[in-house]
């Protein structure tokens, strides 16, 4: 571990705090995952309450700072009560770019001694593919006008001999089915054909699987394994979007399984034409099989999910709370499951039956959510208010501080109330890059520990916004 010089007489004090915590890093997420991101942090400064920690590239720092951060921050915090802020930075002098890492030569397949994580037998690819929930399969899926053409593709996708369009691309909404379909479809393969080999993962597993076979050199193993599969699922594609070299490696992947016409099955949240950012190869690519969309449910759909659920727990739960609930959570279906085996845990604990009234006490902050989801046009709006200046500066290029602090203080809430992406923060404020909303979240973050003014101003702020 380096350390920076400008540690002064605490060194001692901080690395053996540091000790302390990469051991309870180690513990808690693994000795995997604390090898890959965790073991890579160093750290450069403390400055009164200011810790920087470094790591070598950009990417890691993002995957660091998506992942790690609050445990991060919690474990200082409780070793040094006078940390208030951890910054992660990309101290590039120590090289291990990712791309750096895509050029090393590769080693030839299964020479002695390389360390390969991707057997090439394909007992061991289990790991790969991530678990199949048993309760997602075709059965179970209750089809109404809004899927119905990505429920028929399915199922054509999971029945066909041949393979019938490459790829089958499904996009939608959160929560409305997508990881559902895809789960069916390798239930009923592995059913029907338990010789075919079917890997389903996400997008971000892919690219955690790849980056891993970068550093342990075993690409070679990688490519093979993903290479020899019949069906490839990958869910929320969208995930790889900016990744480079995982998006390139992906496009490969896809491409040889493609012309060896053997069947591909995306999902993502919007249609290829709609994803910014993709290349325009591969957009062209996905837009030759088959993209079906899902919409938004409808009440109907709404109903018959309820129905299908409140059936199969064996609880009775009258029509009226049924048309109450389709009614009052239209968001997506998750949460429409969510209220009702809140109900059902109800009902069956204390015996009594559900009533819309017991129905309305017991999801009050469910239908309190779900009245009234913020939106990043309301925060928008509201701190423009607050600032006094113009809703259209929220999107602007302007840099004056005047206009700038105010539209940072808005990511950040952003960031905060709702539950968007950093990238898709940024493309309601004019199309920022989504580093210069990390940026932003990460001054207010520091502002907000420093400065009582404005940390009370910000407090009033969401209190409003929440109310
Ligand atoms: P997505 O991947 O699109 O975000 P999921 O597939 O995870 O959504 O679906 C969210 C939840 O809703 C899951 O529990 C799933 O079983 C359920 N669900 C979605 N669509 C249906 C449907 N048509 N019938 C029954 N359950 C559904
Ligand atoms: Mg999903």
Excluded: C
Excluded at 232 to 253: A, N, P, R
Excluded at 285 to 301: F, K, M, N, Q, S
């Amino acid at each position: 571990m380096s350390i920076g010089k400008s540690l002064a007489d605490s060194d001692s004090l901080l690395n053996a705090q540091w000790a302390r915590i990469r051991s309870k890093l180690r513990h808690e997420f693994g000795d995997a995952t604390f090898r890959s991101w965790l073991q890579p942090l160093s750290i450069v400064t403390k400055r009164s309450g200011l810790l920087h920690l470094s790591v070598p590239s950009r990417f890691m720092r993002d995957w660091v700072v998506t992942h790690y951060l609050d445990r991060l921050k919690d474990l200082w915090v409780g070793e040094n009560p006078e940390i208030g802020i951890v910054e992660i930075i990309v101290d590039t002098n120590v090289k291990m770019e990712e791309e750096v890492a895509a050029d090393l030569p590769q080693p030839p397949i299964m020479s002695d001694g390389v360390k390969n994580d991707f057997a090439l037998d394909w007992e061991k690819a289990e790991h790969v593919s991530a678990p199949l929930d048993p309760r997602l399969t075709f059965e179970n899926f209750v089809v109404g006008k809004s899927n119905e053409l990505a429920h028929a593709a399915a199922l054509k996708v999971a029945e066909a001999g041949q393979v019938p369009f490459n790829p089958l691309f499904l996009y939608g909404g959160v929560g409305l089915g997508k990881t559902h379909l895809m789960h069916a479809i390798a239930w009923h393969i592995r059913r029907r054909h338990p010789d075919k080999k079917v890997i389903y993962l996400s997008a971000e597993k892919f690219m955690y699987q790849f980056i891993r076979a970068l550093r342990d050199k075993s690409t070679v193993a990688f490519k093979e394994l993903f290479r020899s599969v019949d069906v490839l699922m990958v869910d929320d594609v969208q995930f790889i979007i900016g990744k480079e070299s995982t998006q390139e490696e992906f496009f490969h992947t896809f491409n040889a399984l493609a012309d060896k016409n053997h069947q591909i099955v995306l999902s993502a949240d919007k249609s290829p034409s709609d994803l910014e950012g993709l290349e325009e190869r591969m957009r062209s690519r996905l837009g030759w099989g088959l993209v079906a969309d899902i919409h938004p449910t409808t009440y109907e759909l709404r109903m018959g999910i309820l129905q299908n659920k409140a059936e199969q727990s064996g609880v009775e739960i009258p029509a009226k709370v049924l048309e109450f609930l389709a009614h009052r959570v239209a968001s997506n279906i998750r949460e429409l499951e969510g209220a009702l085996t809140r109900l059902i845990a109800h009902a069956t604990l204390v015996g009594r039956p559900v009533t819309i009234e017991s129905s309305q006490e017991l999801l009050r902050d469910l239908l309190r959510a779900s009245d009234r989801r913020m939106t990043v046009e309301e925060i928008q709006r509201r701190v423009a208010e607050h600032y006094n200046i113009k809703l259209s500066d929220m999107q602007s290029p302007r840099r004056a501080r005047q206009v700038a602090r105010p539209r940072q203080i808005a990511m950040y809430l952003s960031k905060q109330l709702t539950t968007l992406s950093l990238p898709d923060i940024g493309r309601k404020f004019g199309g920022r890059d989504h580093t210069t909303v990390m940026h932003a979240v990460k001054k207010v973050e520091e502002l907000y520990a420093t400065n009582s003014t404005l940390a009370e101003d910000i407090d009033l702020l969401r209190h409003r916004l929440q109310a």
